[in-house]
């Protein structure tokens, strides 16, 4: 059959966008997931989204009556007002009780019929344009073999194609196992899991598309939640490489000269800068700067992510060190971001990202820190292959972005990164405590910068409680073994 067959938008935040649009009109489709996955929801999201568009629904519960289904979607603020259900279980179709037994003939060959007769004879009462069966797990366990269970699925995904009507039929994931007729039947498998992370710190959830005739789908797993509004997936897009905007066009400056000096007078616009170095030695202030002075200079739009300090606490230390950030933060052209760790699944963030480029147009961005989102990530996977992804594509659109990472030690061997990802930076600033003079000073320079010149010169970053604020020292002298974790004054070696 072709494939711009007529789509069937599903509704749910993200699946029309795994599906490529949606699900092909008149087709049969099985959500596979074992219990408390989150089939129903799915289902009922579905037929919901299809009422609203006018089409004709159908809901066959066999296992849950339709008082409980109805209570149990209060909580996402739906009913099932307009959509039609078929109510055949087995208390409602007044079968079994307590003492009734069977003795001449198998239980499934007494219920088998009655339950299958009735499907069919709700399709025909109410010939519907979507239906949700729930289950067909239900009709397996009442089947008297696999030969007519078989032969009778076959029977109804042919009836729903002949009405064209779309079907979502729900199973379980061990019956798929046992026997793969269904599978073939269908036109497309939908499958649902939820388990504990490996650390068994956060539940994971995931939609998959394993099977879809006719069309193409985003491969993967994608994760999703499901919360007061219902159901939400993140689809998971490996992300592009290429730039939609040329890097490097502009300069975006610091505001301190000396800082701007030491970068070939400043950081290219485009580009991911790493800022690294021990905990306090004013990674999250250096790049507060950076955002800020974009922000006002360039008349633009930035987003600040913090996987650990609030925005309080960040507009407090602001202040203190004589950086006007907070009005910023009030007009929304600095928006600023709390990222509770372990809330988020990485795609979840990027898709949160996407929205803050597309949609709010912000063309700065600060993750503050990599550390915070590593612990929030490293449940979801491994988090330098998630940021990878990130700044991919965050490099595609052209947004300069400013990622802050803290080294484990304050002495010893030196990193660039602790995780290994220097090479997804186009520049490197790194910051170190040394001890000069009889005090403590931290010093910055600059590692690595991809395009442009930059000065190898190290120079104490000065940091005073306002009005006196941030400034730049001029280049250190006398000083030696400041990257390595270990300095020490030239002076003092001579004496």
Known sequence: MPINLSRCPVGIPGVDEILKGGLLEGRSYLLAGSAGTGKTIFSLQWLIHQKQRGKKTLFV??????GDVNDNIRGFGWDLEGVTVADLTPARLGQGSWDEEYHIFPPEEVESLPYWRKVVEALDQHR??????DSLTQLRFVSPDDFQFRQKIMLLVALLSERHCTGLLLYEPMEMVRDSSVALAVDGIFRLRKEISQARVVGLRDFQVEKMRGSDFLYGMHPLKIDAQGMHVFPHFIEKT???TTPGETLIHSGLPELDEMLGGGIENGTTTLITGPSGVGKSTLSSVFIRHSVVERDERGVYYSFEESRNSLVARCKGLAIPI???LESQRLKFMRINPMEMYPDQFLH???HDVEEEGRVHVIIDSIRGYQLAMEEFGKPVAHLHNLTTYLNRRGVTTYLTMESETITGTMRASELVMSHLAD???IM????YSGRVIKVVGCLKKRIGYFAPEL????????PGGISMGPVLVGLRGILAGLPFSEIESVE
């Not at 519960?61 to 339709?66: N, S």
């Not at 519907?128 to 069966?133: A, E, F, K, R, W």
């Not at 170190?432 to 001890?435: G, K, L, S």
């Open 61 to 66: 519960t066999l296992a849950e009556p339709r």
């Open 128 to 133: 519907p344009d979507c239906l949700v069966l």
């Open 242 to 244: 290429g730039n939609l």
């Open 326 to 328: 907070e009005e910023l």
């Open 352 to 354: 949160q990202v996407r």
């Open 427 to 429: 520049n490197i600033l």
């Open 432 to 435: 170190r405590y040394a001890d």
């Open 459 to 466: 120079r104490e970053l000065i940091l005073k409680r306002s």
